[in-house]
């Protein structure tokens, strides 16, 4: 068959696949822990799912509008309000099948074929393939584990070029859990918008931020410059709803009526189920959250510990998120020569599944996932540790 040249730079998603392996091996009998996949191991919270199940029962499994009911927007304006005293309104936001179709209907609104897009590494394994999908180029631009992982304004002007049209911006960062300074970012946003880019931040992490870190957003300077900037976020990570799809956008509204003419055009809207579970989560208690962070922060804290113990690994303690990324290269042997090398090996000897930092712009290290129980996490560390460091 003949397929579109806009395919030739896709691969499949590392991240999807890996645990899919490893959800293939387990239905075989094998005991496999998978790391590999960012999805929280707690149920959705029963408030929540209540929600969905009263929306079934009242029979509202129709199409709605399509950048989501009124209800929604109104509670993804009143998460900003809530979370960090901003005024939104809800002609500011699209709901979307995920922070995925938020991000792909993003690049597909603004970038023409060639336009450039600054993407810090590493980064998450989608992002490129986005770009790509939508005929502009992505621009790595490489933080080191020396460096915690974060760039500098002087990187990224490095890496400008005059067809430079975005820069995105993922704090905390998947897959290294880095969370930047707001020192530190608003200098990265001043340099930005002093050179007309758009940035697209994606905050799906937002409430995923270690003690004594609080959480961040660009939705203050977003308030300030609303046609230059475009705020993500989403359900899956911090209310554990992944199979829900729910994320949304933030943004002008010239620009929310594209993405919502773009969503018309080819999806509708999300699951109307999903959207009632997402006003209760959205408008409902916040404990919840902070209890399944304060859980994440101790798997942060058990795993980190372990991982930073093991000669050759590098991995700067990560402030965010649910990801340890571990530069490893200094582990590189003949058997051993390369990170697929190293997960083709975890996966058959130690029975974990990880991702190669190959897949997130990063060749020298592997990304685990802690989003799992903390036994079964500190189980597979160690049989990660005997394979990689043999004891
Ligand atoms: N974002 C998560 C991860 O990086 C979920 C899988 C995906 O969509 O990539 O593991």
């Known amino acids: 068959m003949q397929f579109s040249d806009r395919l030739a730079n896709i691969k499949p998603s590392a991240t999807l696949t890996i645990n899919a392996k490893a959800l293939e091996l387990k239905a075989q009998g094998i005991d496999v822990t ?13 408030h929540v799912r209540d929600a969905a199940k009263r929306a079934i029962d009242e029979g509202f499994t129709r199409y709605t ?13 009143e998460y900003f309000r809530r979370s960090y005293g901003v005024e939104v309104t809800p002609d500011c936001t699209i709901a979307s099948n995920g922070g995925k179709q938020s991000l792909y209907n993003l690049f597909l609104a603004l970038l023409n074929p060639g336009d450039e897009v600054l993407v810090p590494a590493p980064y998450w394994v989608s992002y490129p393939a986005m770009i790509y999908l939508n005929e502009g180029v992505p621009v790595p631009v490489k933080a080191t584990a020396a460096a915690g992982f974060k760039l500098t304004v002087e990187q990224l002007e490095a890496a400008r070029t005059p067809k430079t049209k975005i820069l995105l911006f993922n704090s905390p960062s998947n897959p290294t859990g880095a969370l930047y300074s707001e020192e530190e970012r608003d200098a990265i946003v001043r340099w930005a918008l002093d050179r007309g880019l758009f940035i697209i931040a994606d905050e799906i992490y937002d409430q995923l931020v270690y003690d004594p870190h609080k959480p961040l957003s660009l939705v203050g300077w977003w308030k300030q410059y609303p046609d230059r900037i475009a705020i993500i976020n989403g359900l899956a990570k911090s209310f554990a709803m992944t199979g829900w799809r729910v994320g949304y956008t933030v943004a002008h509204p010239d620009l ?12 509708a809207n999300i699951c109307s189920i999903s959207q ?14 902070e209890s399944m962070r304060l859980a994440f922060q101790k798997r942060r804290d058990m795993a980190w510990q372990e991982l930073a113990s093991w000669p050759g690994v590098a991995c700067p303690k990560p402030e965010g998120a649910f990801y340890l990324f ?9 058997a ?12 058959s000897e130690a029975k974990v599944a990880a991702v190669p930092g190959d897949a997130f712009g990063a060749p020298e290290g592997l990304r685990f996932s802690y989003a799992v129980a903390d036994d079964v996490l500190m189980d597979a560390l160690e049989r990660v540790r005997k394979v990689l460091i043999g004891k």
């Open 34 to 46: 998978s790391l590999a996949v960012g999805e929280p191991n707690f149920s959705t919270p029963e």
């Open 65 to 77: 509008a399509v950048p989501g009911i009124s209800a929604l927007r109104e509670a993804i304006a």
């Open 256 to 267: 929310i009526k594209k993405l919502s003419q773009i969503t018309g055009q080819t999806t």
């Open 276 to 289: 009632k579970a997402a006003v209760a989560a959205l408008t409902g208690p916040y404990d919840c959250v």
């Open 326 to 334: 571990a530069d490893i290269s200094a582990l590189y042997n003949d």
């Open 336 to 347: 051993m020569p390369d990170a697929t090398a190293v997960c083709t090996r975890l996966l």
